[in-house]
């Protein structure tokens, strides 16, 4: 199990990042000092033996003493001090998700589009709902994207958060007015994901840190 349940008091909102052996031991470092400079902090889960979804599932599941679960990969941090107040606006709806724009270029011809698990936002009684969905990977879908699917066959919306500056383009999003990301995409310009941060190519995303926090 990752963490163990606590009996606490209804919280509004969590955060929760996943990493394992494989990234850089610099990068959740520098991820909870970009939180810890906009005030907020991030619950970061460290394991060895389970996999992204796993994790998905394990905290979608089992975090049930907040109103809405924040996801974000560990190379992914916000950049604007009103990305939290922009996010829980969007959330007011119910039956919604909110997240970051992704298309898996590798499955279905890359017409999949869906909100990806490296930032998104869920309320947990929407995903009791939905009788959680699961996370994992398929030959079909990527992590994550289940739960877009869920929402939209449940009549649920999707709220994107759209690609508004990239620095080195790489995929197809596969949609008519934001065309692509890739390494380095903000998105809304207030969530900023690296794209791969293990142990020898995090440059990247530790160079941003350090911008964010004026390093």
Same mark, same amino acid.
């Given at each position: 199990?990752?963490?163990?349940?606590?009996?606490?008091?209804?919280?509004?909102?969590?955060?929760?990042?996943?990493?394992?052996?494989?990234?850089?031991?610099?990068?959740? /470092?520098?991820?909870?000092?970009?939180?810890?400079?906009? +005030?907020?902090?991030?619950?970061?889960?460290?394991?060895?033996?389970?996999?992204? +979804?796993?994790?998905?599932?394990?905290?979608?599941?089992?975090?049930?003493?907040?109103?809405?679960?924040?996801?974000?990969?560990?190379?992914?941090?916000?950049?604007?001090?009103?990305?939290?107040?922009?996010?829980?606006?969007?959330?007011?709806?119910?039956?919604?998700?909110?997240?970051?724009?992704?298309?898996?270029?590798?499955?279905?011809? +890359?017409?999949?589009?869906? /909100?990806?698990?490296?930032?998104?936002?869920?309320?947990?009684?929407?995903?009791?709902?939905?009788?959680?969905?699961?996370?994992?990977?398929?030959?079909?879908?990527?992590?994550?994207?289940?739960?877009?699917?869920? /929402?939209?066959?449940?009549?649920?919306? /999707?709220?994107?958060?759209?690609?508004?500056?990239?620095?080195?383009?790489?995929?197809?999003?596969?949609?008519?007015?934001?065309?692509?990301?890739?390494?380095?995409?903000?998105?809304?310009?207030?969530?900023?994901?690296?794209?791969?941060?293990?142990?020898?190519?995090?440059?990247?995303?530790?160079?941003?840190?350090?911008?964010?926090?004026?390093?």
């Amino acid at each position: 199990m990752f963490f163990k349940k606590k009996k606490q008091e209804q919280s509004l909102f969590k955060i929760f990042s996943f990493y394992n052996q494989n990234v850089n031991p610099d990068v959740p /470092v520098y991820q909870k000092t970009v939180f810890s400079k906009f +005030g907020l902090s991030i619950n970061h889960v460290f394991d060895k033996r389970f996999s992204h +979804g796993d994790f998905l599932n394990h905290v979608c599941r089992n975090v049930t003493d907040t109103d809405y679960i924040i996801i974000f990969d560990i190379d992914c941090i916000p950049t604007h001090p009103q990305w939290l107040q922009w996010l829980l606006n969007d959330l007011l709806e119910p039956h919604t998700i909110v997240g970051a724009a992704q298309t898996a270029n590798h499955l279905r011809n +890359g017409q999949n589009l869906y /909100v990806s698990p490296f930032f998104f936002a869920i309320s947990t009684a929407y995903l009791k709902e939905l009788n959680y969905p699961d996370m994992n990977m398929t030959e079909d879908m990527d992590a994550g994207q289940n739960l877009t699917e869920h /929402v939209q066959r449940n009549g649920g919306q /999707v709220k994107y958060w759209w690609p508004t500056h990239i620095e080195e383009e790489k995929w197809d999003l596969y949609h008519p007015e934001h065309k692509r990301f890739g390494l380095g995409t903000t998105y809304n310009n207030a969530i900023y994901h690296a794209f791969y941060s293990r142990d020898n190519i995090s440059a990247r995303f530790i160079e941003k840190c350090r911008e964010v926090t004026g390093e």
